[in-house]
């Protein structure tokens, strides 16, 4: 883990040391709007032809206004 902080420390660029439930949370919700966008890219032929909660197709649908 050091040997990628001292590298990343070369490229020019600031590093901030944050505890460990702060950096899963900060990561987590960039993975979460990665994850609803490409399920929704995946499945949005399929949207209405799905047998599931109108509240979850609606949120599947939402990742379709994630742009690259």
């Known amino acids: 883990m ?3 902080v001292a590298a ?3 490229c020019d660029v600031t590093l901030t040391r944050v505890g460990g ?3 899963v949370k900060t990561i987590d919700q960039h993975a ?3 994850m609803q966008g490409e399920a929704a890219r995946l ?3 399929r949207l ?3 047998d599931c909660d109108q509240s ?3 949120r599947v649908a939402k ?3 994630i742009d690259d």
Do not use: I, M, N
């Open 63 to 65: 990742g379709l206004e």
């Open 48 to 50: 209405d032809a799905l």
């Open 32 to 34: 979460l709007v990665v």
């Open 43 to 45: 499945h949005h032929a």
């Open 2 to 4: 050091e040997d990628g």
């Open 8 to 10: 990343l420390a070369a």
């Open 21 to 23: 439930a702060t950096a």
């Open 56 to 58: 979850l197709r609606r």
